[in-house]
């Protein structure tokens, strides 16, 4: 259970029998993923296909997914609801801060951010311009999105320190949010204080809070 697939798997499988319908943002090559999820029912969406052979329910982005959703011009009911989405789209802060707003009105849940703990400033900026021209490890400024929503929300969340930071909102239970220390937004402050502004956890501690007695 040391990345995405696995701890999205043992949620499916701890609260759901594996009988839950599932969204993933930003698919990417589904192999990393999507294919790996044992959900009954699986959506993806993504605004184009790195692969010529790979279905995507919705090509298209997040924010017209969700718009086309919610004005009834999908498959789903404007108000449908996932028991569990995968937040893994484009890594900018703007962009990852609407997916969590637009995945909370959709989700019943649990809502998993990927890229939350990038270890170096090399991985964590928003040049993404840059990033196309060197292909380097990239988790762009995914952390700013879900320390910002942390100060503000009232679910629990917290972070799995593991496959770069797995995000997780919990929308069934209450949690309280926490002062905002970085105003600013430095990179520097939030890597001496990641432990406490993502709440970051083992993957241990995260199997351990979900087993049921």
């Known amino acids: 259970m040391t ?32 294919d790996h999820i044992q959900c009954k029912r699986k959506t993806s969406v993504d605004p184009s296909k790195m692969y010529d052979d790979v279905k995507i329910d919705y090509l ?14 999908t498959e789903f009911p404007a108000n449908f609801k996932w028991d569990i989405i995968f937040i893994d789209g484009l890594h900018l802060a703007e962009q990852v ?3 969590i707003q637009n995945a909370i009105q959709h989700c019943s849940g649990f809502i998993i951010l990927h890229d939350c703990s990038p270890n170096n400033f ?29 100060t503000e929300t009232n679910f629990k969340t917290y972070t799995i320190d593991a496959d770069w930071g797995l995000g997780v909102i919990e929308l069934n ?41």
């Open 173 to 213: 239970k209450l949690g309280l949010p926490i002062k905002l220390d970085n105003p600013w937004f430095e990179f520097g402050k939030f890597k001496q204080n990641k432990n406490h502004d993502l709440n970051l956890i083992s993957v241990e501690e995260f199997i351990s809070m979900h087993v049921k007695e």
């Open 60 to 73: 298209m982005t997040s924010d017209n997914f969700f718009n086309s959703l919610e004005n009834g011009n």
């Open 3 to 34: 990345n995405r697939y696995g701890v999205i798997n043992f949620l499916s499988k701890n609260y759901f029998n594996n009988d839950c319908s599932y969204l993933e943002i930003g698919i990417a090559n589904p192999k990393d993923c999507f």
């Open 122 to 150: 090399y991985n964590a900026h928003s040049d993404y311009e840059y990033f196309q021209n060197n292909m380097h490890e990239w988790n762009g400024t995914t952390w700013k999105a879900f320390y910002k929503y942390r």
């Open 97 to 99: 801060y609407r997916d």
